[in-house]
């Protein structure tokens, strides 16, 4: 018989890469994590049988959290911008994933909010905003995880979501300079927003960020999103017990599944009031010459 193990399988879904480790109920990483890049595009099974594959080498665990890029509730997927157009909506993932890993207990939450559970200090209002394919958002008071809001798709500028601000295509389009630019902006409209204690800015663009930056801002760990994993398994406002609705029937409208930021895309036409973004906005909350 297996000897039994509070080990956690901390798996970390992106839009670029697919990682997983085993984690102990610290956080503290059990051997080396596993990595493949995500298949685009990505539907729900292709997914389910690519983690499957890549947790198989990792040693034992009593239980699993996973981190995915959009919008989740009650271990059913809503959206899932980064991945594939169709196939997501309503997709029960957590429970798809835990039937293909031996039916062990599976904790699913947006992979921004595993990330900042894997960075906050548990004081205050603290929030994380990671930088990857796209940005991700998790807001957090006295260590209490809030309701997820897809601030991505949200607009920052007339024509422009987070996502497209200052997503990992929008850093390789305009380059780093600019991109940093519009990052400052960004941690200024977060500011006015939450008035946080705190911002941590994780994901694996994070060693593209070359800011002065005020003390209340930190640079996280990429690995966040697996440390988060045994946090996960910590946070008492987690309501595993309450029982998945079916999806609804109203339609939603869900951004499209974007293609990885190695991919490059075609260039498009675009109108010359498009063209000129904000890039040149002074931050909210700073004065302006009348």
């Known amino acids: ?56 080498p990792l040693s034992a665990y009593g239980r699993i959290s996973v981190g995915f890029p959009g919008l989740v509730r009650h271990g059913r997927i809503l959206t899932a911008p980064h991945l594939a157009p169709e196939g997501w909506d309503g997709f029960p993932l957590g429970q798809k994933l835990a039937a293909q890993l031996g039916n062990k207990p599976i904790r699913l939450i947006n992979d921004a909010e595993v990330q900042g559970l894997g960075l906050i200090k548990g004081k205050g209002i603290e929030l994380a905003l990671t930088l990857g394919t796209g940005a991700g958002t998790a807001v957090f008071r006295d260590g209490e995880l809030m309701p997820h809001m897809e601030l991505a798709h949200h607009p920052i500028t007339r024509t422009k979501t987070y996502d497209d601000y200052i997503g990992e295509a929008a850093r390789e389009k305009i380059g780093n300079k600019r991109w940093n630019k519009r990052l400052r902006h960004v941690i200024d409209v977060l500011f006015v927003l939450f008035h946080y204690d705190h911002l941590y800015l994780g994901g694996g663009n994070t060693k593209h960020v070359k800011l002065a930056l005020p003390a209340n801002v930190t640079l996280g760990s990429n690995d966040a999103g697996l440390d988060g994993g045994a946090a996960l398994w910590r946070l008492k406002n987690f309501h595993e017990s309450e029982e998945a609705p079916e999806p609804s029937s109203r339609t939603r409208t869900s951004p499209k599944a974007k293609a990885p930021a190695t991919a490059k ?22 004065k302006t010459k009348a």
């Open 265 to 286: 895309p075609a260039a498009t036409a675009k109108s010359s009031r498009k063209a000129k973004i904000a890039d040149k906005a002074t931050p909210i909350g700073k």
């Open 1 to 56: 018989m297996a000897k039994e193990t509070s080990d956690i399988l901390a798996i970390d879904i992106g839009g670029t890469g697919l990682k997983a480790a085993i984690v102990n109920p610290s956080g503290q990483m059990q051997g080396e994590r596993v990595r493949v890049p995500t298949p685009h595009p990505c539907p729900p099974d292709l997914l389910v049988e690519t983690l499957v594959e890549l947790v198989a």
